[in-house]
């Protein structure tokens, strides 16, 4: 959806205007997505990644930018999933959407270690064609700043 930059807008003006722009079928195409990408999270915590096939189309691309690993096609995607020692809990935080893209912001809970974890989802024809992830563990907040920071709880 459309956010506006200056001031609050009430949300179906923001769906009108998303309608203008983007025309019905790209706000339903936006939801669509989002729709798709929250599929993607539920079956990963309910331990289901058989669903995985449903979301991602065959030839699509994982890329992990921080290894240099590129996941192509659907077997590899299978056999790295399968071969996991421990899936991840994921806790999202927000999900934002524009087009064919799809931003996700996630803690992501390997039972010990937790990675502050951006993923950039780009789709074609309703399906995920590549996945983009940044993972960040989560570290103690350095002693020098704390005279100009507050620590968050989450």
Same mark, same amino acid.
């Given at each position: 959806?459309? @956010?506006?930059w200056?001031?609050?807008?009430?949300e179906?003006?923001?769906? #009108?205007? =998303?309608? &203008?722009i983007?025309?019905d +079928? !790209?706000? &339903?195409? +936006? $939801?669509?997505?989002?729709?798709?990408?929250k599929r *993607?999270i539920?079956?990963?915590?309910?331990r289901?990644?058989?669903?995985m096939?449903?979301?991602? %189309?065959?030839?699509?691309v994982? %890329?992990w930018p &921080?290894s240099g690993e *590129?996941?192509r !096609?659907?077997?590899n995607?299978?056999?790295?999933y399968?071969?996991?020692?421990q899936?991840p809990t994921?806790t999202p935080r927000? *999900?934002?959407?524009? $087009?064919? *893209?799809v /931003? =996700?912001e =996630?803690r992501l809970?390997y !039972? $010990?270690?937790? #990675?502050?974890?951006?993923?950039?989802?780009?789709f074609?024809?309703? @399906?995920?064609? @590549?996945e983009?992830a940044?993972?960040?563990e989560?570290?103690p907040?350095p002693e020098w700043?704390? +005279?100009? /920071?507050?620590i968050s709880?989450?």
């Open positions: 959806m459309i @956010k506006p200056c001031y609050p807008v009430p179906r003006t923001m769906r #009108f205007m =998303a309608e &203008q983007l025309g +079928q !790209g706000v &339903q195409e +936006q $939801g669509g997505n989002e729709n798709v990408v *993607l539920d079956c990963i915590n309910d289901r990644i058989e669903v096939d449903e979301l991602f %189309h065959d030839d699509a994982m %890329h &921080q *590129l996941v !096609g659907a077997e995607r299978r056999g790295i399968n071969a996991f020692p899936l994921i927000r *999900l934002l959407s524009d $087009g064919n *893209l /931003v =996700a =996630a809970d !039972g $010990g270690p937790t #990675f502050e974890t951006v993923f950039i989802f780009e074609r024809d309703g @399906k995920i064609a @590549k983009t940044y993972w960040s989560a570290f907040a700043r704390s +005279q100009w /920071v507050e709880s989450s």
